[in-house]
C-alpha cells in the first residue's frame, strides 16, 4: 500500500451532489484537508469551456477563502505547477483530461511535487487520473491519449460515481459491477467503487474513506467488499502474492 507519509490527496467521487451546488457536499472535507493554504492551482483540462469552468471553480473556492489560478491560463504551465501550494483537477471527460496532462509534459511534475508533499485534490476524472491508469474510467474516449498510464499517486485504480445494480432494471447492458470485474480478469491492481459523495482521503501512509454513502472494494478473485465511512482501507487495498 502506500509508504511515502509526504503525499496528501482528498479524492471525490464527484464535484456535485444531486440537489446540492458545485463542491457543497465536499467543503468540509475541503477546507479541512488545505487548511491554511492561500490559493489553488486549478487543472480544467476534462473540460472544454475551460473558461467558465475555471470562472465557476474561482467563485466556488472564494467563497471558503482560497484564491485560485488556472493553469490553462499559465503562459509557463510548468512554472505553475512548480509554484503551487496545492491543485485541483476537476471533471469532466478523463480521457481529455489526460491528453492534455500528456501534451504538456506535466504528470512526472505533478507526481513529483504530489510525493513531495504539495496537497492534491480530484474530482471525478481528477481521482481518476490520481490511479495507476484511468483503465476503470466509465468515460468514452473521445481523444486518444499517449498512453492509458496515469499520475499513479495511488496504488489502486478508482472508479467514481459508482453505481450498485438495480435488480429492477430492465436495462440489458453489463452493470458497473460487471465491467469492474471484466477489469480484474484483465488486472490485479484493486478497485475503489466511489459512490456518489464518498471520497478517499490519503495522507500519513492511511487511506480513509470518507462521505456518508460508502464504497465497494473490487479485488482479483474475491467477492466485492462494502466498506462504510472512516474505514482504513490499507488492507484491503494490498494486493497479496
Known amino acids: 500500500m502506500e509508504t511515502n507519509n509526504a ?23 475541503t477546507r479541512d484537508f488545505l487548511g491554511t493554504i492561500r490559493a489553488v492551482l486549478f487543472v480544467p483540462f476534462a473540460i472544454a469551456d475551460r473558461d467558465g469552468y475555471a470562472a465557476k471553480t474561482r467563485e466556488r473556492f472564494a467563497a471558503m477563502g482560497y484564491g485560485v489560478e488556472s493553469l490553462h491560463q499559465a503562459t509557463d504551465k510548468r512554472q505553475a505547477v ?51 491508469t484511468i483503465r476503470t474510467t466509465n468515460d468514452m474516449p473521445i481523444v486518444e491519449p499517449r498512453s492509458f498510464n496515469a499520475l499513479g499517486l495511488v496504488s489502486f485504480q478508482i472508479n467514481p460515481h459508482y453505481l450498485d445494480p438495480d435488480p429492477a432494471s430492465t436495462h440489458m447492458g453489463e452493470t458497473r459491477e460487471e465491467r469492474l470485474l471484466q477489469f480484474l480478469e484483465e488486472n490485479e491492481t484493486p478497485v475503489v467503487g466511489l459512490r456518489e459523495g464518498a471520497m478517499l482521503r490519503v495522507e500519513s501512509g492511511r487511506t480513509i474513506l470518507k462521505g456518508s454513502s460508502g464504497a465497494r472494494i473490487f479485488r482479483k478473485g474475491q467477492a466485492p467488499v462494502e466498506v462504510s465511512a472512516d474505514s482504513d482501507l490499507k488492507e484491503l487495498l494490498t494486493i497479496v502474492k
Open 82 to 132: 512548480n509554484e503551487a501550494e496545492a491543485i485541483f483537477i476537476g471533471g469532466g471527460n478523463t480521457f481529455r483530461l489526460l491528453k492534455t496532462l500528456y501534451d504538456f509534459e506535466l504528470l512526472p511534475l505533478i507526481r513529483a511535487r504530489v510525493e513531495n508533499g504539495m496537497p492534491y485534490l480530484g474530482a471525478s476524472a481528477g481521482s481518476n487520473v490520481a490511479g495507476p
Open 7 to 29: 503525499k496528501r490527496l482528498l479524492l471525490l467521487s464527484t464535484s456535485k451532489l444531486y440537489g446540492r451546488e458545485y463542491m457543497d457536499h465536499a467543503e468540509t472535507e
